[in-house]
């Protein structure tokens, strides 16, 4: 079973608009990592935010914030202000089980243009 | 500041040959890993080391072997290649305070492309 879902089509934004990313998590481990990477068409993978399942706050980061629905099993990403050099793939990550484990399991990614 | 890097950028083999990606980062991360990274399918996790001289399988083990004889260096070898290992590979490493703190975030190389034919 996925453990991580991304199910929505590529997207375009208008530059300036704000967009939300959609992630779905499956996990019955009541600790957990949630996190969010970007990367461009020159393919290096940037890391974004994270959200802890713990963590009582909806984590933050500059333009970057998600919204983590812990009952709903969801952890959106939210860019405002998008800028052009926010197109790129974006992947969702969650990490299983207490600190110490670092295994990443990846979504399929969404894609965003950010148009002028 | 190097970070993670990775060698080579890409690659092309035939099915049968073997090769090692290689995967070296100067920040002292206790925590190392290869993924890779098919369309349409994410990054899946290979193999992972919480140490030197420590390895474990990640989510796709087969066809590859790895080693970590030191805390710097963490390669990937592909002992017969076949066209299904086709893809990008990304190598990934993290520090034992983050690891620890749960916010174990991934400093990631640049990818190797791999082609078989």
């Known amino acids: 079973a996925q453990k991580i879902t991304q199910t929505q089509p590529g997207m375009f934004v208008q530059e300036k608009e704000a967009v939300t990313l959609d992630c779905t998590y499956d996990t019955s481990d009541p600790s957990y990592g949630l996190f969010w990477y970007k990367q461009p068409s020159s393919g290096e993978m940037i890391f974004l935010i994270y959200q802890g399942s713990y963590d009582q706050q909806n984590a933050t980061e500059g333009r970057y914030s998600l919204n983590f629905q812990k009952a709903r099993k969801s952890a959106n990403l939210v860019i405002s202000a998008s800028q052009l050099g926010d197109s790129a793939m974006y992947f969702c990550a969650m990490r299983e089980g207490r600190y110490g484990n670092n295994r990443l399991a990846f979504g399929k990614g969404n894609q965003v243009v950010v148009i002028p | 500041n190097a970070g993670v890097t990775q060698t080579p950028k890409f690659q092309v083999l035939k099915t049968g040959q073997s090769m090692t990606l290689q995967c070296a980062q100067d920040m002292n991360h206790e925590y190392m890993s290869w993924y890779r990274q098919d369309p349409g399918m994410g990054l899946r996790l290979i193999h992972y080391?919480?140490?030197?001289?420590?390895?474990d399988q990640g989510e796709v083990p087969n066809g590859y072997n790895v080693s970590r004889s030191t805390t710097e260096d963490f390669p990937l070898r592909l002992l017969s290649a076949a066209p299904s290992q086709t893809s990008v590979y990304f190598c990934a490493s993290s520090d034992r305070e983050r690891l620890i703190s749960g916010a174990n975030v991934l400093t990631f190389g640049a990818g190797s492309r791999l082609t078989v034919l």
């Open positions: 080391s919480v140490g030197a001289g420590i390895t």
